[in-house]
T-cell receptor, first 115, second 115 residues
Framework: AQSVTQLDSHVSVSEGTPVLLRCNYSSSYSPSLFWYVQHPNKGLQLLLKYTSAATLVKGINGFEAEFKKSETSFHLTKPSAHMSDAAEYFC?????????????FGTGTRLLVSP | NAGVTQTPKFQVLKTGQSMTLQCAQD?????MYWYRQDPGMGLRLIYYSASEGTTDKGEVPNGYNVSRLNKREFSLRLESAAPSQTSVYFC?????WGSGANVLTFGAGSRLTVL
């Protein structure tokens, strides 16, 4: 079965320091993987996606993620945090069901950024 | 602006009351989804519609019904609301195929409280 695990429920960083949000997945086939961001009281927005092309994926707002098949990981990184990055981040894996792909969400990581 | 529109944004119900959450998208997307978001549990799929005229159960369909009224609209109905249905509900849509497949566009959410 396909699933996704976000290893940290909360991550705290200082502005200007690197960000690392961890995600591990399990899948019986080559998955598509995504990161979505949710700012307070807002809907979710796509940050980036991996669909079996380049293993290093660049997204919006300076975020990137690397697909590592040997480690079944898809960690999200950013070199330098900004106050506006404070939000909740969701790692997502695809799930096939009768020829239609559905998305399975992780439980989320809340990123806190202090001045 | 193009996107996904959900109504209402907030609703308070008493146990046993019924209500319908409305969702409309203007991006000509084939697929539409209803998710619920609860603290510490990420987003869980309630129902989805792969294309106009079809609907299928997701992870947590009990207590809900859906109608894909046309290609644009996908409604979620609670026939007899229960406190366990207190949640934030998100509607989403996707192109379904090709480069847009599985990239979800989300509405802003509907916060439902059942007393």
């Amino acid at each position: 079965a396909q699933s996704v695990t976000q290893l940290d429920s909360h991550v705290s960083v200082s502005e200007g320091t690197p960000v690392l949000l961890r995600c591990n997945y399990s899948s019986s086939y080559s998955p598509s993987l995504f990161w979505y961001v949710q700012h307070p009281n807002k809907g979710l927005q796509l940050l980036l996606k991996y669909t079996s092309a380049a293993t290093l994926v660049k997204g919006i707002n300076g975020f990137e993620a690397e697909f590592k098949k040997s480690e079944t990981s898809f960690h999200l990184t950013k070199p330098s945090a900004h106050m506006s990055d404070a939000a909740e981040y969701f790692c997502v894996v695809t799930l096939w069901n009768t020829g239609f792909q559905k998305l399975v969400f992780g439980t989320g990581t809340r990123l806190l950024v202090s001045p | 602006n193009a996107g996904v529109t959900q109504t209402p944004k907030f609703q308070v119900l008493k146990t046993g009351q019924s209500m319908t959450l409305q969702c409309a998208q203007d991006m000509n997307h084939n697929s539409m989804y209803w998710y619920r978001q609860d603290p510490g549990m990420g987003l869980r799929l309630i129902y989805y519609s792969a294309s106009e005229g079809t609907t299928d159960k997701g992870e947590v369909p009990n207590g809900y019904n859906v109608s894909r009224l046309n290609k644009r609209e996908f409604s979620l109905r609670l026939e007899s609301a229960a406190p366990s249905q207190t949640s934030v509900y998100f509607c989403a849509s996707s192109g379904g195929w090709g480069s847009g497949a599985n990239v979800l566009t989300f509405g802003a959410g509907s916060r439902l409280t059942v007393l």
